[in-house]
């Protein structure tokens, strides 16, 4: 059985929000738009045709999750004692570390999900916001796609979090060896975090919507 | 109902029967909008029942032993985050506690509230309520992460120690295994047509 493309109502693209109409953004039920805010009648979420202050609110954590990109790279995520001697680890130094001992894959699984997933998350949302604010035309569909790899990608810069649980819990060998967890594992954290939140504030239909003004002349 | 509106794009589509197994794609955006599912709750429940058992194994078992020289360590997963938070990364312990443990968990038993009753035919109390709780977190619950995480720290310290996978290894692999197929299994508006919320 395969996929089963549904044709829409008209030739003319027809949308909720010009039918009068509100999908719950939880339970996905149609309703007709209530005049005062209202919930749900099926699940009790508040309904609202577009995620409210969807814009302002995903701008201002993709700039939080920016700015804590930077510590998160440059301070030490773990600190290794080892009979006396204390090194102290960042992000990338680990990255070089599986380098010179020859594990290049796990070099580059820490490095896509900790280094280059985080940066291109948020130079997808930006450019997302950017696209949406000047009410571009430019291949909804694609950039549609573009929000779901955004959505799909986060989780896994956890990865370095975990490892300095994992490190941490094992290697706590009294004075043979010791491994801490450093500052930028916080920050690291907060990235990770805070990107999850601006994807999920970012509203998807604002794509689609910069092109429907345009085509009412609205704009 | 017999229309829905796409929730990527807003598009409003008139809903036709779909047989089970087949999917409804947005036709602008190509969202998937209905993807129903052959016996979707008994399926699901088994599952569940299932996880249940690997997170109780996964929990409370050793997940690595490391031996260097004479000491033997062994760490359930509690050890890590417990000494996380001796070491005052309170914050970082309670994202991993929180991500690791408390989402699966509530995953796993929001599920049974709401799938043992469907499976007897009754509609369990506050369903839409306990069903969004369980939207919200989908996206937290990483133990695939956690997971890679794990082979990530043995490559780490292979070369320092010998490393001995524990039991709550392998329950850990199958949980995950267990979390991915409940996700195909459950049709969510099954449940959410379950309501009946025009009394
Ligand atoms: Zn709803
Ligand atoms: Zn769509």
Redesign the pocket.
């Known amino acids: 059985m395969g996929t089963d493309r549904l044709s829409p109502l008209t030739d003319q693209d027809r949308t909720a929000r010009r039918m009068g109409m509100v999908a719950?953004?939880?339970?996905?039920?149609l309703c007709r738009q209530p005049p005062a805010p209202a919930d749900?009648?099926?699940?009790?979420?508040p309904?609202h045709s577009r995620k409210p202050n969807s814009i302002a609110r995903a701008w201002a954590l993709v700039l939080a999750a920016a700015v804590f990109y930077i510590p998160a790279n440059l301070l030490p995520i773990t600190h290794t004692t080892s009979l006396g001697a204390v090194q102290s680890d960042t992000i990338m130094s680990g990255v070089i570390y599986f380098i010179h001992s020859g594990s290049w894959p796990i070099a580059l699984v820490i490095f896509v999900a900790s280094v280059f997933v985080p940066l291109l998350k948020l130079l997808i949302l930006s450019f997302l916001l950017i696209s949406v604010q000047r009410r571009s035309r430019w291949r909804p569909a694609e950039r549609t796609r573009l929000y779901r790899i955004t959505e799909a990608i986060g989780r896994w810069s956890m990865l370095d979090i975990y490892v300095v649980t994992i490190l941490v819990a094992l290697v706590h060998l009294g004075a043979l060896a010791n491994i801490a967890a450093g500052p930028g594992a916080l920050f690291f954290a907060a990235v990770v975090v805070v990107t999850m939140f601006a994807a999920e504030a970012f509203d998807p239909r604002l794509i689609w919507d910069g092109m429907e003004d345009r085509d009412d002349g609205k704009h | 109902m017999p229309y829905i509106a796409c929730h990527e794009c807003d598009l409003v589509h008139r809903l036709d029967e779909i047989p089970p197994g087949g999917a409804a794609r947005c036709a602008r955006c190509g969202a998937s909008l209905r993807r129903p599912k052959r016996d979707s709750i008994n399926r699901t429940l088994a599952l569940t029942m299932a996880g249940v058992i690997l997170f109780l194994v996964a929990n409370t078992n050793p997940f690595l032993g490391f031996r260097i020289g004479v000491q033997v360590r062994e760490t359930i997963l509690a050890t890590g985050i417990y000494q996380l938070f001796q070491q005052d990364m309170k914050i970082i312990a309670t994202l991993v506690l929180f991500t690791v443990v408390i989402v699966p968990a509530i995953h796993l038993l929001s599920m049974l509230y709401i799938l043992v009753p469907l499976q007897l035919n009754l509609v369990p109390r506050h369903l839409?309520r306990v069903f969004r709780l369980y939207m919200f977190l989908k996206p937290w619950g990483m133990m695939e992460v956690f997971m890679l995480g794990i082979l990530v720290s043995i490559v780490k310290l292979v070369k320092m120690a010998t490393i001995i996978p524990g039991v709550a290894l392998y329950a850990f692999l199958a949980l995950i295994f267990v979390l991915a197929a409940m996700a195909v299994t459950l049709d969510d508006h099954l449940i959410?047509e379950q309501i009946d919320y025009r009394r």
């Not at chain 1, 719950?24 to 039920?29: G, M, S, Y």
């Open positions: 719950c953004h939880h339970c996905h039920l749900c009648p099926r699940c009790g979420a309904l | 839409a959410w």
